[in-house]
Structures are given as C-alpha cells and as structure tokens.
C-alpha cells in the first residue's frame, strides 16, 4: 500500500529510478521481478492520482471569467 504522504512526483521519480536499474541490466532476476512489481504499484498510484486530476478538471466549468467547480457531473 502506497503511504498517504506520497506525492505524484515523488511516486514518479521512484518509478523512473526503477527503470533506470531494470534497464541496466545489473539486478539479479529475483530483484528484477521485485523492482517490476514495485514499479507497478507506483504505475497504479501514478494513474489513480492522474484520473482523479483529470474527473476535477472536467467537473470544471467557466462562470463570470472565474472557474469553479460543479460537482455531481456524471
């Protein structure tokens, strides 16, 4: 379970750091499949955290040159 203080860009780094050592080649094939299942925990919270970003910026809608947020659109 991913800890509540993680941001997106934190969570992202971690993810590009785990590419980084799985194409290098060097782990051994144990520590590979744990870095991959790492990598898709952080892959899963990454795509969470952008599909809650993306369901608040289509709730918003233009009223008097101000933005707000109308909630309940389904």
Do not use: H, W
């Not at 590419?19 to 952080?42: D, R, V, W």
């Not at 369901?55 to 707000?68: A, H, S, V, Y």
């Amino acid at each position: 379970m991913m800890p509540e203080e993680k941001t997106f860009e934190m969570a992202l780094t971690e993810l590009q750091s785990i590419i980084e050592n799985l194409e290098s080649g060097s782990p051994s094939l144990a520590k590979m499949i744990q870095l991959f299942e790492e990598g898709m925990k952080l892959m899963s919270y990454c795509r969470d955290e952008l599909n809650e970003v993306e369901d608040r910026i289509k709730t918003l809608i233009k009223d008097n040159n101000d933005f707000i947020e109308k909630a309940g659109i389904d």
